[in-house]
């Protein structure tokens, strides 16, 4: 397997100029935004070799990253852009970001520190490959975004990035989805007796158990309760064709009913 690395080059910070809507912006904003898109994109590679390498990162796992990361980077950036909404008191239990200093910010610096620093936490448990690609996009994004800067404005933006960083990962740490052990199979889990009760399909020992069978019960992002769609309850499991349930799983499915015809016929062929 070849080593995780992601390395930025002032040619492909200042690719994509049309991106996004940017080529309405004055220059020195075109170039700031340039930079931060880019930043957002380099980020973003890693992120995904990331997840490819870390033995816990299911769907659902990368899933729940993927949205605390997005959030991490519009954050670091509205607090920063009076027309970008945050999202806190939209989404549930996310407080008031913490507001910037009454200084100049680089765009660009604030959102990398502040991806790394998140990405650093979730991914904590990655490999020595996964750390080892972390700390060498932070050192190259460090020696590309930092040059000709002054050390105060590195130092303010790497500051309010990390502090925005430090408070989404504050918020997603109590969402019931921030441990996962044993790669998201429960140690413990009393199988169902009951037909429609979970039944393992795998051979592999760790694999007896469901994966994050409780996972159903995290905070949710966009909606206030778990009742809050209003859905009727399913319908009782049944396996009689003809039921509604057994209408749904075959729709669902794409299966089509047996039919008895040409299992009768297949049978006389194999007989």
């Given at each position: 397997m070849e080593p995780l690395r992601v390395t930025p080059t002032r040619r492909r910070f200042?690719?994509?100029?049309a991106a996004c809507g940017l080529a309405a912006l004055p220059l020195p904003a075109l170039a700031e935004a340039r930079a931060a898109e880019a930043v957002l994109a380099q980020w973003y590679r890693l992120l995904i070799e990331l997840i490819r390498n870390t033995a816990t990162y299911s769907p659902p796992v990368a899933a729940r990253s993927f949205a605390y990361l997005g959030i991490t980077a519009f954050e670091a950036l509205a607090t920063g852009n009076a027309s970008l909404?945050?999202?806190?008191g939209q989404v549930p239990d996310l407080t008031p970001l913490p507001a910037r200093e009454a200084a100049p910010h680089e765009e660009a610096l604030v959102l990398?520190?502040?991806l790394g620093a998140a990405m650093a936490v979730l991914f904590g448990n990655t490999g020595p490959m996964g750390l080892r690609a972390m700390e060498a996009m932070r050192s190259d994004m460090a020696e590309t975004l930092e040059a000709g800067l002054s050390p105060e404005l590195v130092a303010v933006s790497r500051a309010h990035g990390a502090a925005v960083a430090q408070h989404i990962l504050d918020w997603a740490a109590g969402d019931g989805g921030a441990v996962i052990e044993n790669m998201g199979f429960?140690?413990?889990?009393?199988?169902?007796?009951?037909?429609?009760s979970w039944r393992p399909t795998s051979?592999?020992?760790?694999?007896?158990k469901p994966l994050l069978p409780?996972?159903?019960?995290n905070r949710p992002f966009a909606i206030p309760t778990d009742g809050a769609c209003g859905l009727p309850p399913p319908p009782p499991y049944s396996e009689e064709p003809g039921s509604e349930f057994y209408a749904q799983a075959m729709g669902i499915s794409g299966l089509k009913k047996p039919d008895r015809r040409a299992q009768s016929h297949r049978a006389v062929l194999v007989g």
């Open positions: 200042l690719q994509g100029a909404r945050s999202l806190a990398d520190a502040a429960p140690k413990e889990y009393t199988l169902g007796d009951k037909p429609e051979t592999i020992g760790v694999q007896q409780h996972w159903g019960t």
